[in-house]
């Protein structure tokens, strides 16, 4: 069964065509990761989902209902944190997940869940006080209140520091572990990377790529940096290369030739530096850095 | 139904904010202070033929006074209750839980309401020992009537309040409509129904004499103001309540729409109405 299906969904405030005809399935157990530059539609999604905006067209299911009109029933089983809320300054830690106990109708008790995120010493604090990222925590503790079956977290991480960043990832890995969906936007494909088992890309409201990250790195091919130590590095080296086919980017770094490259002219780049002359001492490859891939997919030609 | 939840919610808020005894001194004073003035400074013209400061005759004198104070401080405790967190972005923490719109806008409504009773029900009853003290026969129902009748004109104007701060998304937006209404309904009204009744006429006010259809209307038009209704609201149960007869209704053979009566309806109308309006818009715009 699917969690999440969005099926054509369009949405447009005003001129801006925000989503078009977005399609999207995220299976039962799995954590997705949604990412995508800054203004792509991953908030006017997430929003879409939980019915903060209706869309002009298409049709949004999660868990097996209407998002719009069984939007209550959706939210009963569904833990979110959204992106750009604000706390209730004169409320505790504590009073906030017990308003989330009583709006979920659940019986949980605040303090372990409080525990769980890292705010067991602050539960008797009002959260006026409270830093971004404990205010980021506060909310992921409401979104866990009632043991939901899906988890919608839009830009988790913002906020946090590393060390919150990794208990985020842990959370959302043990609740994963039993069974709940999880459904994550980022702007940041490292941050998805080590969690997430398949991730949809989002560009100008479309999705332009849905794939475990292993996928993504292949389609997007030939996506791997020859690095060569050398002795000294000729003046046209970096030109002369360049000049070969397969051949991308070459950046010099004292005595070390960084080169892009697809995988079978990894060899003729090698020859090539040695025809020059240059003794090359060691050489070893490196997998594309994820930002690139990601600029693979979001930076491209219209 | 989680709109309890939301209305504790908003119910602690105040409290923590201080906001309930603040307006709890606010009403005290008020009541202290008002009641003093009818008895002791200005007593109504009734209580110079008879001699005595009766409690209705005390009301009487409150009703007007009450019916500009309540409204400001409903206004004042309620245009940011969705505005305000919509501004804010709390809104999106309290929908993000399994709260429809409905329960939030009731739940809102319930917590507000909850803190001007309490602050004026307490208020009042801190009043009702200077009024004791004050007024030469004291009937504490009366009293308690009065303050019951001021406590749904409060929930009147929370929910006309509640209903704006629906319907914008701006906390200033909410302020200057509810107070707009409310200078409106305190001010102008009269002028408006008598505004349409010349319309109506023609543009003239000749001819219009009572019992004509034109006239009719101006005197529902009249009524349908909610400060009138809680005054005449009040007037009729007091009038009721008062045995001795001073104040005996004269008016019975009117239409039902004219009696004093009517006004509770009235008063109900202006709770639903702007709720249900406030909602209208409210459910279906994009946070």
């Not at chain 2, 149960?237 to 053979?253: H, M, P």
């Amino acid at each position: 069964m699917a969690a999440i299906e969005l099926d054509g969904v369009e949405k447009s405030f005003g001129d801006v065509r925000a989503l078009r005809g977005l399609d999207l399935d995220v299976q039962d157990g799995e954590i997705f990761g949604f990412l995508g530059p800054n203004g792509a539609g991953k908030s006017t999604t997430i929003n879409v989902l939980l019915d903060f905006i209706r869309p002009d067209s298409g049709s949004v299911r999660v868990l097996g209902r209407d998002a719009r009109d069984d939007s209550v029933a959706v939210r009963e089983r569904t833990g979110v944190l959204p992106e750009g809320f604000d706390v209730y300054e004169r409320l505790t830690a504590r009073e906030h997940v017990q308003f989330a106990i009583d709006s979920k109708g659940a019986d949980d008790d605040p303090y372990p869940i409080l525990e769980r995120v890292g705010l067991a010493d602050a539960a008797g604090r009002k959260a006026g006080g409270f830093s971004t990222g404990m205010r980021q925590r506060l909310a992921l503790a409401m979104a866990l209140v009632g043991d939901p079956e899906l988890l919608v977290l839009d830009e988790p991480s913002s906020g946090l520091d590393p060390n919150g960043a990794r208990e985020l990832r842990e959370i959302v890995e043990s609740e994963a572990a039993n069974g709940t969906t999880v459904f994550f936007s980022s702007h940041i494909l490292g941050q998805v990377e080590a969690v997430c088992d398949r991730v949809g890309i989002i560009r100008e409201g479309e999705l332009v790529a849905v794939d475990t990250i292993d996928g993504l790195r292949e389609n997007v091919g030939g996506g791997s940096t020859l690095v060569v130590e050398v002795d000294s590095v000729p003046d046209d080296a970096a030109h002369r290369l360049k000049s070969l086919d397969g051949i991308g980017e070459v950046t010099v770094d004292g005595t070390t030739l960084r080169i892009t490259c697809e995988d079978d002219v990894k060899m003729d780049a090698v020859q090539e530096l040695e025809g020059l002359g240059v003794d090359v001492s060691d050489f070893s490859t490196e997998e594309a850095p994820l930002e690139d891939l990601f600029a693979a997919y979001t930076e491209g030609d219209e | 139904m989680s709109w309890q939840a939301v209305a504790e919610k908003d119910f602690r808020d105040a409290i923590r904010s201080r906001l309930l005894i603040v307006l709890t001194l606010l009403f005290t004073l008020f009541s202290a202070g008002a009641a003093y003035l009818v008895t002791e400074i200005n007593p109504p013209q009734q209580a110079a033929f008879t001699g005595e400061v009766t409690t209705v005759l005390l009301i009487t004198g409150l009703v007007s006074a009450t019916a500009v104070f309540i409204p400001i401080v409903s206004i004042a405790v309620a245009y940011r209750s969705l505005a305000g967190e919509r501004d804010s972005g709390s809104l999106k923490l309290l929908l993000s839980l399994p709260n429809s719109r409905l329960d939030v806008l009731i739940g809102k409504f319930v917590g507000r309401s909850g803190v001007v009773a309490v602050a004026l029900f307490i208020g009042f009853a801190v009043g009702i020992v200077v009024t004791a003290s004050l007024a030469d026969a004291f009937s504490p129902l009366e009293y308690v009537v009065f303050v019951g009748i001021s406590m749904l004109f409060a929930f009147v104007f929370i929910a006309i309040t509640v209903g704006v701060s629906a319907f914008t998304s701006s906390t200033a937006r909410a302020a200057y409509g509810a107070f707009g209404l409310f200078v409106v309904f305190q001010f102008l009204w009269s002028s408006l129904a008598q505004g349409i009744a010349y319309v109506i006429n023609g543009f003239s006010f000749e001819g219009i004499e009572e019992g004509d259809a034109v006239f009719e209307l101006f005197q529902v038009l009249t009524i349908l103001d909610p400060t009138a209704a809680y005054e005449q609201g009040t007037l009729w149960v007091v009038r009721r309540l008062d045995e001795s007869g001073e104040l005996a209704n004269a008016n019975s053979e009117l239409a039902f729409y004219l009696q004093d009566w009517f006004g509770f309806i009235v008063m109900a109308l202006w709770i639903v109405l702007p709720l249900a309006i406030g909602y209208t818009r409210f459910n279906s715009s994009d946070l």
